[in-house]
């Protein structure tokens, strides 16, 4: 059975940083392309940046493009999410998610992805 357990969150000050980790269990990690999405309080889910099965190819949001890295090590199946310069809008709670079977590359579609994590949450205040 699939599982995804992120980790890593809490609060940081603004222009702070923090590492998420993801560890999946129950398929083959590596055969997949991996993204974390993010959602705010009363608010939809937001991609935020995806990394290919074996991390030569990473895409990001606009919204968070030179200020976060995307990493995996397939050794110990986990995916990770360097959050720097953070600001008072990354306050969110963030998921890595698992796309579908067939899926190919890094997918923006939310509806392209069927297993989440319970989500991490990141709060960014001074």
């Known amino acids: 059975q699939v599982h995804l357990v992120e980790s890593g969150g809490g609060l940081a000050q603004p222009g702070g940083s923090l590492r998420l980790s993801c560890a999946a269990t129950g398929f083959t990690f590596g055969s997949f392309a991996m993204s974390w999405v993010r959602q705010a309080p009363g608010k939809g889910l937001e991609w935020v940046s995806g990394?290919?099965?074996?991390?030569?190819?990473?895409m990001y949001a606009d919204s968070v493009k030179g200020r976060f890295t995307i990493s995996r090590d397939n050794a110990k199946n986990t995916v990770y999410l360097q959050l720097n310069s953070l600001k008072p809008d990354d306050t969110e709670l963030y998921f890595c998610a698992k796309p579908r079977e067939g899926v190919a590359g890094i997918s923006k579609l939310l509806y392209e992805y069927d297993y989440w994590g319970q989500g991490t949450q990141v709060t960014v205040s001074s």
């Open positions: 990394i290919e099965t074996d991390g030569s190819d990473t």
